[in-house]
């Protein structure tokens, strides 16, 4: 069965950090190309952040180039987001997404 579990959201102040994981099972990370997605407080919509592929090839949405990075830890079959100097813009639940498999999310706040 194929699944994907988030974790490592929380509350941080502005200019903090935080990293998220998206544990996978089911398929192996390497294999697929993964996003990473946010939704916004009061949108509908899951918009994406950052993507990696099989080559690691990885691209982001212009609001966190620079501040964000995704990665792969193939031993785990992790996919990582770091993020750094985080925005109040930032804030949302965070998804990850491969094919149609959607992970339950977890949620991050920047806040004073």
């Known amino acids: 069965q194929v699944q994907l579990v988030e974790s490592g959201g929380g509350t941080v102040r502005p200019g903090g950090s935080l990293t998220l994981s998206c544990a996978a099972s089911?398929?192996?990370?390497?294999?697929?190309?993964i996003t990473w997605n946010r939704r916004a407080p009061g949108e509908g919509e899951r918009t994406m952040v950052a993507?990696?592929?099989?080559?690691?090839?990885?691209t982001y949405a212009d609001s966190v180039k620079g501040r964000f990075t995704i990665s792969r830890d193939n031993a785990k079959n992790t996919i990582l987001l770091q993020m750094n100097s985080l925005k109040p813009e930032d804030t949302g639940v965070y998804y990850c997404?491969?094919?149609?498999?959607w992970g339950q999310g977890t949620a991050v706040t920047v806040s004073t």
């Open positions: 997404n491969q094919g149609t498999t």
């Open positions: 089911g398929f192996a990370v390497s294999d697929y190309s």
């Open positions: 993507l990696i592929t099989p080559g690691q090839y990885t």
